[in-house]
């Protein structure tokens, strides 16, 4: 057969629906005139219910009080916090002014947090007293000391000289130098709502509204920046691919700051009418499984790991689960035997996987409801609706043909702006044809369902041989000791890499290494068995779930003397 009859693994995304070419702020009004007396958030850690209507009054205050702050169009505005309501609220208040919200990660400590002020060059920063240990007040104040005794507004810092204002979520927290939430929304009262009516009227769907630092699996964060277009248009088509209506309630225990969060769930949310519903400030499996049984929930959005935790929760019989219908599994690969308890025992029949990157709004690829369950529990599903999806080889970028293995591009609308102040790094990720290069390794039936095989920094090469770790992991997880499982390659004199797996025992079970072995011989090839097993509680990850597989190596190289 001759290379020109070959499939190549080249997609694009067909759909009877338009883009959107609106502004958030201006699809969120639309949602609220459709839908003023439905639910539209409910925070039950904070016992907070608002409907489209009193959402809408919360945003609108305070946005008009940013904006007598003296917070403008293209100004950044960091949030630092769990989830809360006050957190969405601040996103559509900001994308109502256009000024461009920039996304804190809730684990950051005091360099991370230096580093992601000053390399966006935040001129206001709101932010919870603190998290699960962490003093988010005494963090900042270690940076800028000026805050305990400046007066709201007027401080300056030495070493944030860009920032102006600091807003404290907590009002008995915030120091001397910062304006409390209830404050800042007093100042509402001086810029009227016609004036507000007016600046959100100037705003292009195109304009930059978002900068969020990519979790930091590898190097030192960079800043997506996303527009209006970006974030609004991928959270109505992943919306949409699970038939999202009014009628449906969304319980979202991903984290607000990451954009699983705050465009597939907020954003998804608001394009439809869906219901937004927070069980907490931070996951809790029995949280999040009463939240979907007292709130009759029909949406339930998570990683791998949080399905994990609310399926093996000692009293998981107790919750009613019946209301569930469909959801999001994402954020890292998902174990086929997961995804089939998550079908089975918690009643999303029409459970979908997405794919994606922080880079593409994020979402690029989802299975359909109604996608056979083979597909869904393999696949990552089809390229999503306007974007454009290749194969290429890594060595020399050509397409590959269906059924290879290659690097997955994406181009389209979803495609970031570029990483803020970084064009090399900007220009390393966006080659000159508009293609993302994802840095995952996939391939592509001729059905067009894309399978991610792994990324091209994880792929083990061993004595030549080509090893994708979620082919190792996928088996191992068939094991019915095993709860969870992930694969590396350490260091090897012989082979140049070997095969290690890190192994996560289900509650009550036993198995050691060499009945590990023995349950792969004769059923994988021999290369493929795992030289090294290491039992473990957890895995190294960052706050969205993300396995952090270069820790992974860093810790076992160092453990085996391997170095």
Request: aromatic share 8%.
């Amino acid at each position: 057969m001759t290379r020109q009859h070959t499939p190549i693994s080249y997609v694009s995304g067909i759909s009877d629906t338009p883009l959107k070419g609106q502004t958030i702020g201006d699809c969120f009004d639309e949602t609220v005139a459709r839908f003023p007396d439905r639910d539209a958030l409910i925070s039950l850690h904070q016992d907070l219910r608002y409907t489209w209507q009193e959402l809408q009054a919360a945003v609108d205050q305070a946005a008009r009080a940013l904006l007598a702050l003296g917070v403008r169009k293209g100004d950044r505005v960091g949030i630092w916090s769990p989830n809360c309501a006050e957190w969405t609220v601040t996103q559509f208040a900001t994308a109502k002014i256009g000024a461009i919200l920039v996304n804190i990660n809730p684990s950051y400590r005091t360099h991370e947090l230096e580093y992601a002020l000053k390399q966006s060059a935040a001129s206001t920063l709101i932010l919870q007293g603190g998290f699960k240990g962490s003093d988010y007040v005494a963090t900042l104040a270690e940076l800028a000391p000026e805050l305990r005794d400046a007066s709201p507004g007027t401080f300056q810092s030495a070493k944030l000289p860009e920032l102006e204002r600091v807003i404290c979520l907590d009002a008995d927290r915030a120091l001397t130098g910062m304006f409390s939430w209830p404050s800042m929304l007093a100042h509402a009262d001086e810029v009227s709502a016609e004036h507000l009516a007016e600046v959100q009227a100037t705003l292009q769907f195109d304009d930059p509204i978002n900068i969020q630092y990519t979790s930091g699996t590898t190097g030192a964060p960079k800043g997506a920046t996303l527009s209006h277009h970006n974030i609004l248009n991928n959270g109505f088509f992943v919306a949409r691919t699970m038939a999202l209506t009014e009628e449906d309630r969304m319980v979202i225990p991903v984290p607000l700051y990451h954009c699983f969060g705050m465009v597939m769930g907020n954003l998804g949310c608001v394009t439809h009418g869906a219901t937004m519903i927070y069980p907490g400030n931070g996951f809790d499996p029995e949280a999040t499984l009463r939240a979907v049984s007292e709130e009759r929930a029909t949406t339930l959005y998570g990683v791998p790991t949080m399905f994990i935790a609310e399926l093996e929760h000692p009293e998981f019989e107790r919750f009613d689960l019946s209301s569930l219908r469909t959801g999001i599994m994402a954020g890292s690969i998902c174990p086929i035997e997961v995804m089939r308890k998550v079908i089975d025992r918690m009643n999303m029949k029409d459970v979908t996987i997405c794919y994606g990157m922080t880079e593409t709004s994020p979402v690029s690829f989802q299975t359909q409801t109604d996608a056979p369950l083979e597909k869904r529990v393999t696949t990552v599903g089809t390229i999503h609706p306007h974007l454009e999806v290749k194969l290429v080889s890594p060595e020399t970028g050509a397409v590959v043909g269906r059924g290879e293995t290659g690097e997955l591009c994406t181009r389209g609308y979803s495609v970031m702006l570029g990483y803020w102040n970084n064009d090399e790094a900007t220009a390393k990720a966006i080659d000159s044809a508009g293609w993302m290069h994802t840095g995952d390794l996939a391939t592509m039936d001729d059905e067009g369902y894309v399978a991610i095989v792994g990324r091209i920094k994880d792929m083990i090469i061993r004595g030549g041989e080509n090893i994708y770790p979620r082919e190792i992991e996928d088996f191992l997880y068939t094991h019915p000791a095993i709860s969870d499982v992930q694969v590396i390659g350490v260091p090897d004199e012989k082979y140049g890499e070997e095969v290690m797996a890190w192994v996560k025992l289900a509650d009550g079970q036993q198995l050691t290494a060499d009945e590990l072995k023995a349950f792969c011989k004769g059923k994988i090839a021999h290369y493929k068995v795992p030289r090294y097993v290491k039992f473990v509680d957890e895995f190294p990850m960052t706050v969205t779930g993300k396995i952090q597989k270069f820790k992974m190596r860093e810790e076992a190289t160092h453990e085996l003397g391997l170095e």
